[in-house]
Nanobody, 126 residues
Framework: EVQLVESGGGLVQAGESLRLSCAAS????????IGWFRQAPGKEREGVSC????????YYANHAKARFTASRDSAKNTVYLEMNSLKPEDTAVYYC???????????????????WGKGTLVTVSS
């Protein structure tokens, strides 16, 4: 059974940083790309970042470029999303998800997701 458990969400002020974690199990971690998505109330779920398998290549949505950094630790089967310079518009539930293979491809689309985590809430105050 594939399991993805996000953690690290919380309340921060604008301009501060937060690191999210996604603990993964039930699949070959080093062969599957992991995406980060977020969903704010009343909005569509959107892509934030993606990190490929093996080489750890990363991709970011425009809103995340230069502010967010994805990484993965094979020893811990864990993916991270470091978020810097947070803005109130970053407030959302953040989800990690497995894609269908080692490549990110169209990482911004939730339709590329095979399995979802339950999400962790990030709230950024102004």
């Amino acid at each position: 059974e594939v399991q993805l458990v996000e953690s690290g969400g919380g309340l921060v002020q604008a301009g501060e940083s937060l690191r999210l974690s996604c603990a993964a199990s039930g699949f070959l971690f080093d062969e599957i790309a992991i995406g980060w998505f977020r969903q704010a109330p009343g909005k569509e779920r959107e892509g934030v970042s993606c990190i490929g398998a093996k080489d750890g290549s990363t991709y970011y949505a425009n809103h995340a470029k230069a502010r967010f950094t994805a990484s993965r630790d094979s020893a811990k089967n864990t993916v991270y999303l470091e978020m810097n310079s947070l803005k109130p518009e970053d407030t959302a539930v953040y989800y990690c998800a497995t894609l269908y293979g080692p490549y990110c491809l169209d990482y911004g689309s939730p339709e590329e997701v095979e399995y979802w985590g339950k999400g962790t809430l990030v709230t950024v105050s102004s």
